[in-house]
């Protein structure tokens, strides 16, 4: 199995305020329903009550929470920690990707017990000055491989980056 995060953040590492991502790039959308539509994509209480409609579709969604249960939220499966999301995503192929999707401490928590192969982000050329909720230092073991540019146009706000980290490993 392959686990990856995928977020977008500003050049200052925020990813929300208030309950609400900070930045709603068409472009960015786009890349995320290609990469996990299919797939499974695990998540905290607080990402999964932002969403607008429910469960992300086409997808397996896995939430963690301390105070749900499994069969609370109809098309969810419930977990108490990161580690039963990731031993219940259990892909049937060994490269399947499963993607972890927010929040903060979700994002930091797979990071400390080296869970994670991959990180793709979308970097917004912004500084966010309203946040409350930052992804991550990410790890001096990952680098990027790919990074692609682009200028805003009539349908994104900001100029933005598209940047796949890897962990590296000897």
Known sequence: MIVSLIA?????????NQGDLIYHLP??????RKMTTGR???????TYDSLPNG?????RNIVISKTLKDG??????????????????????PNEEVF???GASIYQQA???????????????DIAKEADVFFPEIPDEYDI?????HSKDENNKYDYTFEDWKRYTC
Do not use: H, Q
């Open 8 to 16: 977008a953040i500003s050049r200052n590492k925020a990813l929300g």
């Open 27 to 32: 472009a960015d959308m786009k890349r995320f």
């Open 40 to 46: 499974t994509v695990i998540m905290g209480r607080k």
């Open 55 to 59: 469960p992300l579709p086409n997808r």
């Open 72 to 93: 609370d939220i109809p098309g969810v499966e419930i977990v108490n920690d990161i580690m039963e999301a990731i031993f219940k995503a259990n892909p049937t192929e």
């Open 100 to 102: 972890i999707i927010g």
């Open 111 to 125: 990071l400390d017990l080296k869970l994670v192969d991959n990180i793709y982000l979308t970097v917004v050329d």
């Open 145 to 149: 491989v790919w990074g692609e540019c």
